[in-house]
């Protein structure tokens, strides 16, 4: 849910869906219209970040490494990867 307020401090307002338009110049939610006629700001909130998910599964790693090899393999041939081209 997206918190508005008004400059004014009259009202407030929660969003769960918000239209973005470029209005006179500037990027606006359309639904965030006051009583006094302006549009009314985003209440800012802390970003965490992205959590951290790890998988750890076992059978990741092996799937992950044999598709590394052979596309390794497919891409340089038999030269290593810093010999130039015969």
């Known amino acids: 849910m997206i ?3 008004c400059e004014c401090k009259e009202e ?3 969003l769960q869906k918000a239209t973005i338009k470029v209005i006179d110049g500037k990027v606006r939610t359309v639904e965030a219209v006051c ?8 209440i800012e909130k802390d970003f965490d970040g992205f959590p951290n998910l ?7 790693t092996n799937k992950r490494d044999k598709l590394w090899k052979s596309a390794k393999e497919k ?7 810093n010999e130039p081209f015969k």
């Open 12 to 14: 407030t307002k929660d």
């Open 54 to 60: 790890i998988r750890t599964e076992p059978t990741l």
């Open 75 to 81: 891409l340089t041939g038999d030269r290593g990867v």
């Open 35 to 42: 009583g006094c006629g302006k549009y009314m700001q985003e």
């Open 3 to 5: 918190k508005f307020i």
